[in-house]
């Protein structure tokens, strides 16, 4: 029994000594108090400020993203609106070449085209004005 008292003895000497010099190390809680709220507000801020810059960059990445799309809805919107153009007038210069100028259609047609720069815009606002063409 006395081999295992000196162990006993050994192991707690050991542990008081250890638990000593981690005293020794950590730091008074008055210190421990002011140094933890500042370091914690510190990366609560750094944290809030990450956040925000990421909040903004998604943000400005989504704004970027709506503009462009708007950018081709309306490039799009005008391709359509050229082919629409172009198929007006292809079909405004079949009807007129198909119109008969001594017919009574033709004979008024060419004085409402009077007010007109050329035929074919006159042709086309006629065939629109009359659902013609669409």
């Known amino acids: ?25 950590k730091p008074s809680p008055s210190t421990q108090y002011t140094q933890s709220p500042r370091k914690s507000s510190s990366s609560i801020d750094n944290l809030l400020a990450q956040v925000k810059a990421d909040f903004q960059e998604r943000e400005q990445a989504d704004e970027l993203s709506k503009q462009q799309q ?23 210069q079949d009807w007129l070449a198909k119109l008969d100028p001594f017919s009574p259609e033709g004979l008024w047609f060419e004085r409402f085209a009077e007010r007109y720069s050329s035929k074919l815009e006159a042709a086309i606002d006629y065939l629109k004005d009359n659902e013609l063409i669409q």
């Open 70 to 92: 708007l950018e081709q809805e309306k490039f799009q919107q005008e391709q359509i609106q050229a082919k629409q153009l172009q198929a007006l007038r292809e079909f405004a």
């Open 1 to 25: 029994m006395d081999s295992i008292d000196k162990l006993l003895a050994e192991l707690k000497a050991e542990y008081q000594e250890s638990k000593h010099e981690q005293q020794h190390l």
